[in-house]
């Protein structure tokens, strides 16, 4: 991308209605706008991170066995109603009568819909298990929408739901969803600790929430310093095999973590001293095992093996897909703007043209920039250099390839790493190794 022809309205002054830095460096970096309370317009620079996380959400529900499929937004009334939520749910709910009378509403979550499309085609036990997701947009009538995209009224979600036909089932699809869920977080460079929760109106009895660890966060949490330690991308750990699972999941809640509601001093106290964290997390994540809540109602049934009836058991796993967005700048920012971890970064690299004219300057930002093939902004604008900096560290590129005439001149370049400020002078070819390299 060409910043001479990149549609990037980018902010000197931070907006009145910002409150927290995720926000203040969205709307700065132009990123977003906001088109109405809580409702966002995602302009190319933040369309581009949204899509990448998208992706390696993505890539981790496959991985861990589960199918894509895409519901609508709006649903019908009747089948909430079947479930006893509709009048349950509350004014987050945005209720709608479309012009046949009939009650229709735009979707906050889609237990009720994913269950009445699945009864559809399953008739026997050995229709299970399943494991159904999508990234979808959903609604809900925040009372008070606030902090950008961390709590809007619309925002991308992934929710799967998985159908399994006893419990042990259901606990087996439970444990890969963790295990699938803090695979995705790591993929994203942040450290996320799953914390034992209510259920909530979605009800249910096993129930985690991830929390992403964030000075700003809106919960107090504590932890285990052992979850710092965990890497979990490569660990060896095989969805097909249901001991792994249980090891894995062993590990992971045999180690303190709880919120501020849900916190217990007498078990914090059996933790050493020097292992016990605290601070301020962001919810991204959540999960849920409930059972026979919504087959039961919605009158989901299939035939056992001994051919009686049978409510398969179900589990739903949300993602707060653009929620992340402004977790992942909460967690990495400082105060020259956002540091994007290299895997959802928008653009690997930030090329800095010193001197647009200068043909040794121009010809070695061009040949950087095509071997970077897309993954690079390019900054060919007649502006100071001051502005190109300041513009390259608020959008948060981790790498900034700075060309001047003088090292253009030996055929150099100076990198900079966004995140350490580290600067370094070497060839286009080490450059990119190691702006490649990540």
């Known amino acids: 991308m060409r910043l001479s022809r990149a549609f990037l309205p980018t902010l000197k002054e931070i907006p009145a209605e910002a409150a927290i830095a995720s926000h203040k ?48 937004t709006i649903q019908s009334a009747d089948l909430w109603r079947q479930s006893g939520r509709y009048d349950d749910y509350g004014k987050e709910m945005l209720r709608i009568r479309d012009r046949h009378d009939r009650d229709m509403l735009f979707g906050p979550t889609n237990e009720e819909m994913v269950t009445d499309i ?47 036909l006893d419990v042990e089932g259901g606990t087996r699809s439970y444990r890969a969803m963790m295990l699938a869920y803090m695979r995705t977080f790591q993929r994203m460079g942040l450290r996320a600790v799953p914390m034992r929760a209510d259920t909530g109106p979605i009800g249910g009895n096993l129930s985690h929430e991830f929390i992403i660890l964030a000075p700003t966060g809106e919960s107090t949490v504590f932890y285990d310093a052992a979850f710092e330690e965990m890497a979990l991308s490569n660990a060896d750990y095989s969805y097909e095999k249901p001991e792994d699972l249980e090891k894995f999941f062993n590990q992971i809640t045999s180690l303190y973590a709880a919120t501020d509601e849900m916190h217990d001093e007498a078990a914090w106290a059996q933790v050493p001293a020097d292992r016990q964290r605290e601070g301020k997390g962001i919810e991204v994540g959540h999960i849920f095992f409930f059972g026979e809540k919504y087959s039961k109602s919605m009158g989901l049934t299939v035939a056992g093996p001994d051919g009686q ?86 959008a948060g590129y981790p790498w900034q390839a700075i060309i001047g005439p003088r090292g253009a001149a030996n055929e150099k370049i100076e990198l900079k790493r966004r995140a350490t400020g580290e600067r370094a002078e070497v060839s286009l070819e080490e450059a990119l190794h190691r702006i490649l390299a990540g």
């Open 309 to 394: 009836p049978v409510n398969p058991q179900m589990g739903s796993y949300g993602i707060g897909v653009s929620r992340l967005l402004g977790a992942i700048i909460e967690a990495s920012h400082d105060e020259a703007g956002i540091i994007w971890p290299d895997a959802v970064a928008p653009f690997r690299c930030a090329i800095l043209n010193l001197k647009p004219g200068d043909l040794a300057t121009d010809a070695l930002c061009e040949k950087l920039y095509a071997s970077l093939q897309g993954d690079a902004v390019y900054d060919d604008r007649p502006e100071r250099a001051g502005v190109k900096f300041n513009d390259a560290d608020l």
């Open 118 to 164: 699945f009864k559809t085609y399953a008739k026997s036990y050995r229709d299970l298990p399943r494991n159904l997701y999508h990234i979808q947009w959903k609604f809900r009538d925040e009372v008070r929408p606030r902090f950008g995209v961390m709590r809007g009224r619309e925002f991308l979600m992934k929710d799967g739901y998985s159908f399994d």
């Open 25 to 72: 460096l969205m709307l700065r970096a132009g990123m977003i706008r906001q088109t109405s309370a809580g409702i966002y317009a995602w302009l190319p620079l933040g369309l581009r991170v949204l899509k990448k996380v998208e992706q390696i959400v993505r890539e981790e529900q496959d991985a861990a066995g589960a199918q894509e499929i895409l519901m609508p």
